[in-house]
């Protein structure tokens, strides 16, 4: 996945965990909070995974910049 797309689907995953958040708080029905509890897990589950393969893109891009370069074709 190319990086600044990566970034806007970070973005909209934590924009999405902090609305779902904000609903768990306005909840008052315990039923309701239960659904917005299992919608919380998922959306957070997914912004953790989008983080995870930013940290690891980030981590390639900087281990590519110190990789010596073979010039031989071995």
């Not at 973005?11 to 919380?40: C, M, P, R, S």
């Not at 980030?58 to 010039?71: C, D, F, V």
């Amino acid at each position: 996945m190319f990086l600044p797309a990566l970034a806007k689907d970070l973005y909209k995953a934590q924009k999405e965990v902090e609305k779902i958040e904000k609903l768990l708080e306005q909840t008052t029905v315990v039923a309701e909070q239960e659904k917005v509890k299992g919608a919380l897990r998922q959306a957070s589950a997914e912004l953790a995974q989008l983080k995870r393969i930013m940290e690891g893109r980030k981590e390639q891009s900087r281990a590519s910049l110190h990789k010596p370069k073979n010039r031989f074709g071995l």
